[in-house]
């Protein structure tokens, strides 16, 4: 099932069960109620297909990108005519976002601040590490599982 239909709570079996009950309501005999469900297996089934590549291009897109900004990296760096500041902008950010992300949860543990300031500083926090989860995966990669699982995919859409 994809994430999509994931997130929306929905499982083929869930989705054929309740609209099935809304069939027996209009629908008689069994019949006609075994064809009506049948019909709703074979759609619901092609809908979650549906879906579930729409998940696959997402992921080949944001696979696409990590690559796009890695080479993209390995240009500058190579290149003779880039400036110093081009060449090193994107780790001096990186690190910059890493520096406010620990210095925000140094500032919340020592619990210098206002009580009325706690949800845009929380708010905050939550966007910088969202960001620095994001470096340290650009940087060093994500978890043995999930590469795995990308070069699972990958060698399914070699095939």
């Given amino acids: 099932m994809g994430k999509i239909a994931e997130l929306l709570g929905l499982s083929p079996e869930k989705l054929i069960d309740s609209v099935g009950n809304v069939v027996d309501k209009f629908v008689t005999t069994k019949a006609e109620k075994e064809a009506a469900r049948l019909e709703l297996t074979k759609e619901i089934n092609r809908n979650m297909e549906v879906l579930e590549n729409v998940d696959l291009e997402i992921l080949k897109a944001q696979i696409q990108d990590n690559q796009n900004a890695r080479q993209r990296d390995i240009e500058a760096n190579n290149s003779t005519s880039a400036s110093w500041l081009s060449k090193n902008i994107a780790p001096l950010l990186a690190i910059t976002v890493i520096f406010l992300t620990f210095g925000i949860f140094g500032w919340l ?32 990669g994500s978890s043995v599982g999930s590469a795995k699982n990308r070069e699972a995919l990958l060698e399914s859409l070699k095939k």
């Fill in 109 to 140: 543990v020592s619990g210098e601040y206002q009580k009325e300031q706690e949800n845009v500083i929380f708010a905050v926090l939550g966007s910088l590490t969202t960001l620095s989860a994001g470096i340290i995966n650009y940087y060093f």
